[in-house]
């Protein structure tokens, strides 16, 4: 279908006078023209901060990014964990970005989310999904979550089918490339020609909210400590005790530590495999901490805090001992959204 | 004057008998194409920001911990912790976007969050609307023109921090629990689980600024809004605020120039839905319709197929220097080594280059007019600022295998100690304001952004950013 020009001109020639033939033919297919090819786009980006590279024109690709010059355990680095916007997800829950809301075009057909990062560790599960008038698009990812018999979770076939998911390795382009552009789709079905806009009291408006969904996936045991034991559970399990050099052992600072721990229970056979108490074993470590919080560098005793936290009923506290593991880690520069129609 | 008709909220076909050659013209087969067509107008609608002004990591930003300085790492959204009192006239983020006559001076802003504060009228969370105080200025890069508006967002308000939930992953109560080691210094920082995505409401509050100059319909004007907080109260306590969603786009001015233009020829983009009603008794004459009608009806349908206005990138930030302000602009010290604030923003070109006259298919021009551009505007302090442009084929399951052609660049440079705005040039054509398209580009190719910078000398800034898809140059055959 093409756009076609008329000329006002030629095609009115005065009051009351004869339309030409096809005038409205052609308005209308113009107008189905523009319906379906004005659509909208914009972005959520990140910002990078510094390279490693100077000269006159800036670097091709963005394996220079070094991150900023931060404090890293007392001295100062260039830290990469403040490039972009990195995460990584809880083993038993994704992570869930609000993109946004906006007056959504009523010939849009599917909605394109491309995702510019780099990822390192492991796999990353990426799922875009829409909340249109309260229901989830394509799907609700809460209702397509599948644990495993440790209590970690996966997104389902039927959603990892649809066109809104990826599961990202950690291969990137080649050269000096290390991000990719991940795209995903929203399939809208057909257009239904609704108007989410309003050009009065956009409170009125009927809702269309953007989510970006990240699972992570867990790597190998950790090499620097993959094992220990619970000295004393904190915050009623939000925060976990164990003996390892907060300084010594990680050499980061007090904040995010990408790792994932697990309980596997050895101990004791009955609970091992009886007890539904033990699901999940999987707990996502949302921020390490010395125990001295005072004392960072010397601090002979570390802090996880923990998700979801260990209740007080849980049978996890019978037998203390997790191993702890690396986990995939996804590093966002942009975000970009694109309507699309047919 | 009178809004133009759009947009329409009910569906509406485009498909009437009535507008078949040698069917009798009447006023609805006008008005049945005509709705749809302004519904179109309505929904070019820029979208000026959607993410928060959030915080730049800096060694300068920190929390002690023990003996160390601890900064925070980055986050999606925007927080802050002063005191209630020092919030009023806090600063709660920027946005920045084109002016189109349509969109010229008002807009929507959504915004979505919490605060936590001594005056809050209980400890349970409520929803209450929280003041915000806005600054609006116009500025085509030699007139300025400036204005103040309020209103309010909604937002989840309680004395008390929030309990722990335990099995729900909510990211801000855990952030505020553990925020002695750095606020949403956590692996998830300040994103939400999944099983509480949507739990927040958004209002969107509709901003007719009423600004009459000249600025704020000029094509060649930006507008750039700066939001803060207002008065929450005036307890020296701590205060927590968090800004998680922040949108904004233009909507249909009250002021925008409706009046139909008989004069305006087919080479011309009205640039604004001259219909402020649909068409209706005494219906014509059948098989006749009345000139300016038709004319009027003509011009939307260019309106709608060359006026474009589709923002890509846009972010601002206040006018600010400091490097303990959560919203200021971004800072460098290396005068040297570049800068990136935005790469990996991926984009599919439409049906025709953008800025062009009309061009549909592959061009290796060295003019806008044959290849095609995008508009570039910066904020910048002592500061280089390079936005660059690159054909990307993306491949593999995951992106893995995309292959990359070669930047094209425009750079603007503000070598004095202000925020000065200013159009990024071309460098290989010195096509002004606009970066032009990578050579060999076709409609329909996936292309990549970025922007990097640095500071002339010492310390340099940079404010804002916006690049956005210029109308066409002429629709003509």
Partial sequence: ?342 | MTRPLNPQTARSSVAPNSVKAGEPATAGSIASIAAPLSHVAGRIVPIYNMRPTAHQSNEDSTTTVGAWSVPYYPTHGLWRDDDEDALNGAGAGSFIGPVFPQFGNAFALGITGHLQHPSAPTSRATVRPVPLDLSEEWDDLSTQAANADTAAAPMVVSTDPRADVGAMLDTHTIAGIYSDAGLYNLTCRDIVGADLAAAVAIGASAIQTGEADSEAFDESATIETTITIGDVGTVATRARLYIGSATAYGITSDDCDTASNAGTGYTVIPRTNTIDRGYGAPSPIAGQMLTQSIRDLIHLDRTCYGARGQVLLSHARTASTSHTEPTAALWSDDSTNWSTAVAGAFFRLPDVLPGSANVTGTSSSTTLALRGGLRCRVIAYNAEVKIGVRKATIAGTYGQSTTFGAWNIATATNATAAFVAMDCDDDATSVSGHVLLPSGIAPGDDYEIAIWWRPSSSDGYLRAWCVWEPALSTVSP
């Fill in chain 1, 1 to 342: 279908m093409t756009w076609t020009p008329i000329t006002d001109t030629t095609d009115t020639t005065g009051d009351e006078s004869p339309l030409s033939s096809g005038l409205g033919v052609d308005l209308k297919s113009n107008a189905d023209h523009v319906l379906a090819n004005r659509l909208k786009r914009h972005s959520v980006t990140y910002n990078l901060g510094p390279t490693s590279s100077g000269g006159g024109t800036p670097p091709a690709g963005d394996s220079t990014l070094v991150g900023p010059t931060l404090p890293v355990a007392g001295s100062s680095a260039s830290d990469p964990e403040a490039i972009g916007l990195k995460l990584s997800s809880p083993p038993t829950m994704p992570l869930s970005i609000d993109l946004g809301s906006w007056p959504l075009s009523s010939q849009a057909t599917s909605i394109r989310v491309v995702v510019g990062c780099s990822t390192a560790v492991a796999d990353v599960d990426l799922f875009a999904y829409a909340l249109a008038d309260g229901g989830s698009t394509p799907l609700s990812p809460l209702r397509h979550l599948v644990p495993d018999e440790d209590g970690k979770v996966s997104f389902s076939n039927t959603l990892k089918a649809t066109d809104a998911h990826a599961t990202v390795g950690t291969s990137s382009p080649s050269g000096t490339q290390d991000s990719k552009p991940v795209a995903l789709t929203i399939d809208l079905g057909s257009a239904t020609g609704t108007d989410y806009g309003h050009q009065g009291d956009p409170g009125g408006r009927r809702s269309f909210r953007l989510f970006l969904c990240i699972l992570s996936t867990a790597g190998a045991l950790d090499g620097s400590l993959s094992q220990g034991g619970v000295s004393s559970f904190q915050e009623g399990g939000r925060r976990i005790n164990f003996v390892a050099g907060f300084d010594s052992t990680w050499g980061i600072n007090p904040g995010p530590l990408h790792r994932w721990i697990k309980f596997p229970g050895n101990a004791d056979d009955e609970i091992l495999n009886t007890s539904d108490a033990w699901v999940p074993k999987w707990r996502g470590v949302l921020q390490a901490r010395p125990a001295d919080l005072a004392n960072p560098a010397s601090s002979p005793s570390t802090s996880f805090v923990i998700h979801p936290s260990i209740g007080l009923d849980s049978a996890l506290r019978t037998n203390t001992d997790f191993e702890i593991y690396t986990v995939g880690t996804i590093t966002i520069h942009s975000i970009t959204i694109q309507e699309f129609g047919t």
